[in-house]
């Protein structure tokens, strides 16, 4: 098993940045892969950025350039560096994880709200 703890999110005005911390515990050796999804209200999950284990990280399109994950922290532990944010940042941001042996994300934190004021 593998929990995950965010952190980091609040209240930012346009243009401004944030941090996002996730902390992974439990059977971190396993973890094959870490991501951040967003969901805004009233709007599907989606996905911002993915770190594998190899160290490659996917960004989706939307989210290339203002929003990045840093290279070489810890296994088990995740960021999301976010900048020039924008009022339809604001949601709701969940990191995720993966074992080898796993189809899709079945770990999920709790979430960290973040909201852009305009």
């Known amino acids: 098993q593998v929990q995950l703890v965010e952190s980091g999110g609040g209240l930012v005005q346009a243009g401004g940045s944030l941090r996002l911390s996730c902390a992974a515990s439990?059977?971190?050796?396993?973890?094959?892969?870490m991501a951040w999804h967003r969901q805004a209200p009233g709007k599907e999950r989606e996905l911002v950025a993915v770190r594998h284990s190899s160290g490659t990280i996917y960004y989706t399109d939307a989210m290339k350039g203002r929003f990045t994950i840093p290279r070489g922290t810890a296994k088990n532990l995740l960021y999301l560096e976010m900048n020039s944010l924008k009022p339809e940042d604001t949601a709701m941001y969940y990191c995720?994880?993966?074992?080898?042996?796993?189809?899709?994300?079945?770990?999920w934190g709790q979430g960290t709200q973040v909201t852009v004021s305009s």
């Open positions: 995720a994880a993966q074992r080898e042996s796993d189809y899709g994300f079945p770990y």
């Open positions: 439990g059977n971190i050796f396993s973890i094959n892969a």
